[in-house]
């Protein structure tokens, strides 16, 4: 056994008088295995009860430095190999890292000694290693996390990535985290700090997400290297992060930057992976090399203290996939710790082991002002021409799939609530996987080819268990007698779904996962030889128009199989967090009394509606003039696609995290007016135009809208010429917003951005394009101060861009390369299709002309709407059949107020509901706040009790006491809570940017 081998002569006496015991007291023997001493797994060093969290941690020395080490492992949920292979260890001749043995030889090493301490993070591996742990042996890691020694840090099930990742899928990703924590582990397993230490810059509403789950503070490792070196030489690696303008202190967090990101500190690394020479540290021995050691963490610690502020600093012992050989670590580490300390009063350096909490909680001990941050941390470039600003789209495909994976969750969790299935573990597959792709090198698109093609299957499976209980939820609600099998088009986006293709008549059934009423234009394949007739839940006879496929949409080689040659367009209405149904069958009229009406851009230059109208030029084909009739405001307006070649040089090529353009000036695509067709009609206004081979695009003008719909197809991006090549769109107006733009952060708050420009030093720039790229998940906006006058984008997926020209928001779409950045990755990011052709990729961006003021309340709904989709299914049916259904149906008596949004709606464990209400503005957009009161909302569920949670479900709030921090402009806070309006019985009142979290007990 690996932790016998340090023992002293007078611990083995000990181990063999207790085997002598465990043949006369087997009592005593499951009082040993429980751990009910406190004892049975720490030695006898300790005689009292051991304790979890601040009091766990190993004393400081007075009047001294102390370093705190910190032993460690990075473990990537995915990156160069796939989960299971990193998991089990396999594959080695990619990368050598096997989780399971880290954590057993890690915990295996932490029994042999008390002192010891280690942390870890991701518990998508902890989930998978507990499950085949015997009772004895999750007795033991109970005991060491109870004792303080085992602490897990951030306690997600991945290291989310920050700038790509949607916010309720960080909440979602860490909720299952804290569950599992709780379920298995109690109050000693929930997480203190974040741990943030690889992700590629850092989020503003990260940071007030993470206030919210009750964490005291947030250690990461990457930032940019100007700020960095600017903090080092002032000793402000170290802040109180004021996250939230709306929320004030309840948002405010302590923030401390790493100094070797999360590497162990040069020479001082004895794992299999580094290989430094053992101690030796008795000095008869001719290879005694005690006093090297000493002396290497001396200069590294003195080195490191002139960039901090107290007489603390941390040391992270540890790297990517350390400790597959615990003992090695912690066998010198138990050797340097105590050469240290023989040394100490000379020195006046004290090492101790300890935990990012541990350390935190001695800085929060010297009681000093800490100087403050309010922006946020992108980009993020680690040296010269190196912005990781590609990786916002990388991979722009998976990112769309990961945001309609989010929506099909939170609609599975509340279909499986509502409905009563009680199908728990299905909801769960998906809710695992996707909680695994917000992992910092999965939605970011820096895995591995291969790696990426397991995260997708991983998603698909999930995807597919969630499918299968919106069935089993219709067949409730409906209820559809017989077998009647419910099918889904997951291949909608690409116009190819065999059941509207091939049916003479079906029933489509949309569930609306908002709680407002909400409307939503549907596009359906279909392969018409007669005019269709759409009938709406209550028989009534719903618009139609037919629209020709655009010749891009034919040749995306996944729909080869597809017979549809039109799209079937109509308007449906919604009702609240509930289901309609919309009846088609074919007709005997003609086809041709629903088809657009073909026109060329000469016969017709300006497409409107009663409130936009969009005039195009005649010679170039495209946009050239944007109107708001409503609010009389036009624009000069010119849209094009083009694309940057990608930087080949070796110093710093382009790459899957990198964008480096060869050239600021992106190449043109040409169009004229003979590649523009006009499809014209009574609900739906298309321009199709053709920019080349691989780069096509469709404006859409529906009847009622106040938006332009944008329809982007790109791809297969050539490289023929061996160049790589990153495709934009640009949106170029009159506006004048001197290349200041505004972009939300994790489609929550609205962050300002101007243009070489960053607010916390003097920023120098050597990338004028890429070092002005900032992450967008939701929604971007340019303003004109002196007119007032808005426009605004928004977004499908999470995507990268900025506002390079004045009046300009220019948007990265897709990107193909043909070289690695030198990052680890170890191949360029080209993508090839289920063909093993090169990708296609179509998205879609929505174009909202404005005043500053009154689009506000427009901005927050559009953004919860392209969220949070319809899901559609379809049910091959006739007249008859469909006469017995019950055709539309909504959980609600009564809408939520419009601030509101149903963030979380499921059940959580037995009779036990969660509920989360957000208030979707910021102070500045809506300063009121909002009352929702629960009694009698549901038709079918009647709310017996409610307890308020953290945000991340695994406390209650009134337990909640973070530790106080004083900062420059304002002293510890004593009750950050303290303006909360308390539930009045089942009335919440919810103040901006609030998200209240409750468990209910339902009948």
């Not at 948002?251 to 990101?261: R, S, Y």
């Not at 509901?913 to 009121?928: A, M, T, V």
């Given at each position: ?9 007078s611990d083995?006496?000990?181990l ?12 005593l023997l ?23 969290g ?5 004393p400081?020395?007075e ?9 460690h ?10 989960v ?7 594959y080695?001749?990619?990368q050598q ?8 030889t ?10 010891r ?10 989930h ?5 742990k ?5 007795r ?12 897990i ?7 989310a ?8 899928a960080?909440?979602?990703e ?13 109050a ?23 206030a ?7 250690f990461?490792?990457r ?18 992060w ?20 999360y ?9 299999e992976l ?9 000095r ?8 090297d050691?000493?002396?290497?963490f001396l ?17 992270t ?19 340097l710790i105590a050469?240290?300390?023989k ?6 350096i004290?090492?101790?082991y300890?935990?990012?909490?541990c ?11 800490w100087?403050e941050?309010?922006d ?18 990388s ?11 989010n ?16 199908e728990?573990?299905l909801?769960d ?5 996707f909680?695994?792709v ?23 499976s ?25 099918y889904?088009c ?28 909400a409307?939503?234009w ?8 007669t ?8 028989n ?39 289901y ?11 086809l ?5 009406t ?9 497409i ?12 170039t ?16 307006f ?35 007016a003979?590649?523009?067709t ?8 298309e ?15 529906y009847?009622d809208?106040?938006?332009v719909?944008?329809?982007?197809t790109?791809?297969?991006?050539p ?8 495709v934009i769109?640009?949106?170029?107006t ?5 290349r ?10 609205m ?7 960053r ?11 890429a070092?002005?790229y ?13 007119s007032d ?35 680890g ?45 319809p899901?559609?299914?379809f049910?091959?049916v006739?007249r008859?059949?469909?006469s017995r259904?019950n ?9 939520l107020?419009?601030e ?5 709606f ?6 036990t ?16 706040s ?8 549901f038709?079918?569920i ?21 530790l ?12 950050e ?8 019985g089942f ?17």
């Open positions: 056994m690996a932790f016998l081998s340090q023992r002293t002569n083995a006496r000990r063999g008088f207790r085997r002598m015991l465990l043949v006369v007291n087997i009592p499951l009082c040993l295995a429980q751990g009910v001493t406190g004892r049975a797994f720490s030695g006898t060093r300790r005689q009292q009860e051991p304790k979890c601040y009091e766990s941690c190993h400081i020395k009047g001294m430095l102390n370093v705190h080490l910190v032993p492992s990075h473990d990537d949920v995915g990156w160069l190999k796939t299971d292979q990193y998991y089990y260890g396999t080695s001749y990619i890292a096997d989780v399971h043995a880290i954590l057993e890690a915990s295996q090493s932490l029994l042999a000694d008390p002192d301490r280690f942390i870890f993070v991701e518990m998508a591996f902890m998978q290693w507990w499950q085949d015997t009772d004895y042996k999750k033991q890691v109970k005991e060491l996390i109870n004792s303080g020694r085992l602490e840090a951030l306690g997600a099930w991945a290291m990535d920050e700038a790509v990742t949607h916010y309720t960080l909440i979602e860490h909720s299952r985290g804290f569950k599992f924590l709780e379920k298995n582990f109690g000693c397993a929930r997480p203190r700090i974040g741990w943030q230490v690889d992700p590629f810059g850092h989020s503003k509403e990260v940071a007030a997400l993470f919210q789950f009750g964490y005291d503070g947030l990461f490792g930032l940019d290297y100007q700020d960095k070196n600017k903090r080092m030489a002032e000793k402000k690696m170290e802040m109180v004021k996250a939230s303008e709306s929320l004030g202190n309840k948002a405010n967090l302590f923030t401390g930057v790493l100094f070797n990101n590497n162990y500190p040069d020479g001082l690394c004895w794992d580094c290989r430094s020479d053992p101690i030796v540290e008795r008869e021995l001719p290879g005694f090399n005690g006093d050691f000493v002396n290497k200069e590294e610690a003195r080195e490191q203290r002139k960039s901090y502020a107290t007489r603390h600093i941390i040391f012992m540890g790297a990517d996939f350390h400790y597959s050989n615990a003992e090695s670590w912690f066998t010198n580490l138990d050797k050469l240290v300390n040394k100490e009063n000379q020195t006046r004290h090492a101790l300890s935990t990012p909490s350390y935190l909680h001695a800085l929060n001990q010297e009681n000093m002002t100087p941050k309010t946020d941390f992108f980009p993020y470039a680690h040296k010269k021409s190196a912005f990781w600003t590609g990786y916002y789209t991979r722009a495909s998976f990112k769309r799939y990961v945001r309609q994976s929506n099909i969750l939170q609609a599975c969790k509340q279909v499986n609530a509502l409905a009563k299935l009680r728990n573990k909801v597959d998906l809710w695992k996987e909680s695994i917000q992992h910092h090198d999965a939605i970011t698109g820096t895995a591995k080819q291969q790696v990426d093609n397991d995260y997708r299957k991983r998603l698909y999930g995807i597919e268990s969630c499918q299968s209980v919106m069935a089993d939820a219709y067949r409730t609600w409906l209820p559809a007698r017989g077998n009647l099998k419910h889904v997951n291949l909608l986006n690409i116009s190819f779904c065999p059941t509207t293709e091939t049916s003479e008549e079906f029933l489509v059934t949309l569930y609306n996962p908002l709680a407002h009423n409307s939503h549907i596009r359906l394949p279909v392969a018409p030889t005019a269709l007739k759409v009938l709406n839940a209550q009534q006879k719903v618009p139609v128009q037919i629209v020709k496929l655009t010749k891009s949409t034919f040749s995306i080689p996944e729909r080869q199989l597809s017979r549809a040659t039109h799209e079937l367009i109509f308007k449906t209405n919604l009702p609240a967090l509930g309609t149904t919309y009846f088609v069958r074919q007709t005997n009229k003609p041709s009394s629903q088809l657009s073909v026109l060329s851009l000469r016969e017709s230059p300006i409107s509606n009663d409130h936009v109208e969009m005039e195009f030029n005649l010679q084909g495209l946009p050239n003039r944007l109107t708001n009739k409503d609010k009389d405001i036009t624009v000069t010119q849209q094009r696609l083009m694309y940057y070649k990608s930087a080949l040089d070796y110093d710093q090529p382009s790459g899957p995290y990198i964008f480096r353009p060869a050239e600021n000036v992106p190449n043109t695509f040409r169009c004229n003979s590649d523009v006009i499809f014209k009609g009574p609900l739906v206004t321009v199709h135009l053709k920019y080349s081979s691989w780069a096509q695009q469709v404006i859409r003008l009847a809208s106040i938006t719909e944008m329809e982007w790109v791809g297969p991006i490289i023929d010429d061996y160049q790589g090549k990153e769109t640009e949106y170029l009159g506006i004048k917003n001197n200041e733009i505004y972009t939300d952060s994790n489609s929550r708050q962050l300002h951005r101007r243009y070489d420009y607010p916390s030093w003097n920023f120098s720039n050597s990338e004028s394009v070092g002005n900032y992450p967008i998940t939701s929604r971007a906006f340019i303003r004109d101060s002196r006058i808005q426009f605004t984008v928004f977004v499908d997926r999470a995507e990268g861009g900025g506002s390079v020209q004045n009046g300009s928001i220019e948007i990265m779409l897709h990107r193909r390369g043909t070289k690695d950045d030198m990052l990755v170890g191949e360029p990011l080209d993508e090839m299709g289920s063909d093993r052709l090169p990708l296609i990729v179509r998205g879609k961006h929505h174009l909202l002309l404005d005043k500053v003021g009154p689009s506000t309340h427009f901005h927050r709904m559009k953004s919860l709407m392209i969220l949070n989709e899901i559609i299914s049910m091959k006739n008859r059949m469909r259904f055709l539309e149906w909504s959980a609600l008596q009564r809408d107020p419009r509101i949004n149903l963030l979380t499921e059940e959580w464990e037995g009779k509901y969660l509920i989360r209400l957000e208030h979707i503005y910021e102070k500045e957009e809506f300063n009121k909002v009352k929702v009161d629960l009694t009698n909302l038709k079918n009647t709310i017996l009790s409610i307890k308020e949670m953290t945000l991340g479900a695994n406390m209650e709030l009134s337990e909640l006491n973070r106080k921090w004083k900062s420059q402009t304002q002293g510890k806070v004593q009750n809570y303290a303006d909360r309006i308390p539930p009045n009335e919440i009142t919810l103040k901006p940017m609030e998200i209240r979290t409750f468990k209910v007990l339902v009948q």
